[in-house]
């Protein structure tokens, strides 16, 4: 049988980023389980996500079902048979049910008693006509907050803007919330622009081409490669946290690391206060010298390419800059209380 390779993605307005990995992987299980059901034999499986996509790309899916051959097994020959000889209704209808007739019946014994059995032959249907039942898969996912928007009926976890469903080069034809499926996807929001996908294998490359980077492993290993840089290069040493490494993972599409500076008079906090501000509400990573203290700088990932990064640091700066002024003001307010003890 002859392959071709499938293609589903879902565009959407940003995802909340501690939902991406896990629909991504809903997705993708989603597929595979359907496929596996449809007895439709696949090759590998890759899955994407950006905030603004999920994706799943499978290889080598046969163009046909695998056709079906099987015994069926049906009532006692004491029963499927009258005094006469005859056919009896629980023979005649359980051979109906098969799709079969009363000619294609022939008896087996098991353990000591003779069952009615029939052999079928189910022709395995095209896998192009059974694909649009893909969208039952993409309005079937669950997550942990749902919204609906315009005058959709549909619960999902953020609005649908774009469907992408191809089977090698032919478009599988649904509609999903008003939105047609096509091979349009859409690049990065600011850098990039749409893209054509005119082949499955291409959908990657296609995006990367429009600022987008689709493999959530390959972004995030960029994240790190460029913090190891940062480390080389100034001699610091940036802890990363990986709750905080797959955040920021899931709220970029074309990731830029990048630093900046604060006062070094909010050092005189305690460590722990400065890099919960820093990590909690701005999505920091702290910066420390080679023993272990931390220095007056943060590292950060811009959604975008290296233009600009000065004015991008200078803005970081600023909204820093504020956070820790709240931190330092409760904390000195916090100092003004004594403690009981019970």
Known sequence: MSKRDLLLEIGLEELPARFVTASMKQLSDKVQQWLTEKAIEFGTVEAFS???????????????????????????????LDSEGNWSKAALGFVRGQGMTSEDIYFKELKGVEYV????????????QLLTELAEIISGMTFPKNMRWANQELRFVRPIKWLIALFGNEIVPFSIADVETGRETK?????????????????????KEQYVMADP?????????????????????I????????????????PTVLFGHFEEEFLELPAEVLITSMKEHQRYFPVKDQDGNLLAYFVTVRNGDD??????SKGNEK????RLSDAAFFYKEDQKKRFRML
């Open 50 to 80: 950006t905030p603004r996509r999920l994706a799943v790309l499978v290889k080598d899916v046969e163009e046909s079902q695998k056709d079906i051959e099987e015994e069926a097994k049906g009532p006692a020959k004491k029963i499927a």
């Open 117 to 128: 059995h029939v052999n079928k032959f189910i022709k395995g249907q095209q896998t192009v």
């Open 187 to 207: 690049g990065h929001r600011f850098l990039g622009d749409s893209a054509i996908i005119e082949q499955p294998e291409r959908y990657e490359d296609a995006l």
């Open 217 to 237: 492993e390959k972004r995030r290993q960029v994240i790190l490669d460029q913090i190891k840089e940062l480390e080389q290069e100034k001699g610091w040493i």
């Open 239 to 254: 802890p990363v946290d990986e709750d905080l490494l797959e955040e920021v993972n899931n709220l970029v599409e074309y």
């Open 307 to 312: 233009r600009h990064l000065d004015k991008v």
């Open 319 to 322: 909204v820093l800059r504020a």
